[in-house]
């Protein structure tokens, strides 16, 4: 599938990507950095940091702004990392390198980090640091078969308006599944049917608040 693409800029001044054939953004519009750091980072990452030994599947590695935060924030809080991250449809590096990420955190030093997620091998994990390796596989979420690997999910999908076949039950079962037990499911939707399935198959739902322009986003607990 290859879609036409734009680099925008969203209220908080940080770029993200628009994709018009599928009229939606690969973030929020109202800030694709306030966005990512809330939903993933402060109720995500932050949240299971007592472990201080995470491993991560990310749903949509996309501009790969959820890896770079995650890098920084393992960094910073001490912790040790593996991040896997599926991408059926990979953004290439040029267009991914117009976005001001590195520049608006004032992280230039780690531009080359960012640059390394994006062009490393695929299928294996690469360390980039002696406490973040990731593993990016370029597969379909619907035909992932884990079980009991990961501690805590980005999901970070497309909206279910754009996406529906990415939000059901089946999905999020197997999501479930993949996790650990105690494992945590963070996502920026807070939709009544996505609530619905998440509860449906197990997980207990909290519903919390979202970030800038949304009024609740979603954790969900094995």
């Not at 054939?21 to 809330?38: F, I, P």
Request: contains cysteine.
């Amino acid at each position: 599938m290859v879609l036409e693409k734009y680099t925008v800029k969203t209220s908080d001044g940080s770029s993200t990507i628009f994709v018009p054939d599928l009229d939606e953004t690969y973030h929020s519009t109202h800030g694709a950095l306030q966005e990512s750091l809330h939903v993933f980072i402060s109720e995500g990452l932050e949240n299971r940091s007592d472990l201080k030994d995470l491993s991560i599947l990310e749903v949509g590695f996309g501009t790969g702004l959820n890896a770079l935060l995650t890098y920084r924030a393992a960094a910073e809080l001490e912790l040790k990392v593996k991040y896997t991250t599926l991408e059926a449809y990979p953004l290439d590096w040029n267009t991914v390198r117009l976005l001001n990420y590195t520049h608006l955190m004032q992280m230039e030093k780690l531009k080359n980090k960012f640059e390394q997620m994006h062009t490393c091998k695929w299928d294996v994990f690469v360390e980039l640091d002696s406490f973040f390796a990731i593993k990016k596989l370029k597969m379909k979420l619907q035909d992932v078969r884990l079980e009991n690997e990961f501690d805590l999910i980005y999901f970070d999908a497309f909206s279910p308006t754009t996406q529906p076949e990415l939000w059901t039950e089946e999905i999020f079962a197997s999501m479930y599944r993949s996790l650990k037990p105690g494992g945590v499911l963070v996502t920026y939707c807070a939709k009544g049917t996505v609530k619905r399935a998440l509860k449906s198959v197990g997980f207990l739902l909290q519903s919390i608040p979202g970030p800038p322009g949304k009024r609740e986003m979603s954790r969900a607990i094995k």
